[in-house]
Every structure is written in C-alpha cells, then in structure tokens.
C-alpha cells in the first residue's frame, strides 16, 4: 500500500514514457499562435516608396486574386540593378566567400 502512494500515479514505466514525449513534442506540431491583426493602417506603408520603381505604395495596385499575389506599379521605370562585380555562381547568382575564396586558389596555381 505505501508503494502504490509513493508511485507516480496512473500508469506504467511505458505509458509515463509516451506521455512525457507527447507533453514535449506537441508544441512541434501545434499551428503557430498568431499575433493579434492590427488595423490596416495605409498611412504608415503608403509612405514607404516601393523597391521596385520608387514610388510611393499607395499609388500601386495589389492584385490578390490568384495564388499569386501581384504588385501592378504605376509606371514602367524601374529602379538600376545594384552593379554585380565579383565572380558568379553556376546560378547567375554572385558566388559565396567559400567559392570565391577558392576561385583565387585556382588563379595562384
């Protein structure tokens, strides 16, 4: 009888197992606890020019209608590219430190 108080209550060794995985893995697989939506206040984004032509957000139109989402800008120009130099990966994208770390190595020898 004192055993059976001094035990750790429903259960064996096995179900007080899977009982602590679950107490630690549900919080992995439970959806993300969303921030309260604050009002839409167009005041504060419209301000903010866009990166792709420069102006200003609220002169620009967004499309949601389709899985994705478009941004229609009020004009054709468009912003330069930021100038590339420096070696670029296989991708067109530029080449990481260790690339081009390693290009320089090759050029040496």
Do not use: W, Y
Request: include cysteine; aromatic fraction near 6%; hydrophobic fraction near 30%.
């Amino acid at each position: 009888m004192a055993r059976e108080e001094a035990g750790h209550g429903d259960g064996n060794a096995f179900t007080r197992f899977f009982d602590r995985v679950d107490r630690v893995m549900t919080p992995a697989f439970e959806s993300p606890r969303m921030a309260p939506e604050e009002p839409d206040d167009r005041s504060q984004s419209g301000e903010k020019p866009c990166p792709l032509c420069g102006h200003p957000m609220f002169e620009h139109h967004i499309d949601e209608s389709t899985p994705n989402v478009l941004l229609e800008c009020p004009t054709d120009v468009r912003l330069p590219e930021p100038a590339m130099s420096g070696p670029l990966n296989e991708f067109g994208m530029p080449a990481s430190d260790e690339r081009v770390e390693k290009l320089r190595r090759n050029e040496r020898t």
